[in-house]
């Protein structure tokens, strides 16, 4: 019974670390690597969304990641899938 109580305090406190770890594996499309849009197109696409004064766009599992500033003014650091261009989600901004 013990045993049971410290895995389940290992599994709780263990599994909010798990989430705030880097997500290399984001996961935006299945489509092969070589079909994917060009970077140039995904910032383009980006600022067309309102992103400005994009720092940086590299690939982040199967996503692109934009680095960028919004509409307001703040940092961004936003999921495009790299097969369409359209958003996929948002991380938090450092």
Do not use: Q, R
Request: net charge negative.
């Amino acid at each position: 019974m013990k045993t049971t109580l410290i895995a389940a305090a290992f599994a709780l406190v263990l599994t909010p670390v798990a989430a705030l770890a880097d997500d290399e594996n984001a996961k935006c499309t299945d489509a092969a690597k070589d079909t994917w849009l060009s970077i140039d197109t995904v910032k383009a696409k980006a600022e067309a969304a309102g992103y400005k004064d994009i720092k940086k766009v590299k690939v982040e599992g199967t996503c692109y990641e934009v680095y960028a500033f919004d509409k307001a003014g703040n940092k961004a650091e936003v999921l495009f899938n790299p097969s369409t261009g359209e958003k996929s989600g948002d991380e938090a901004a450092e």
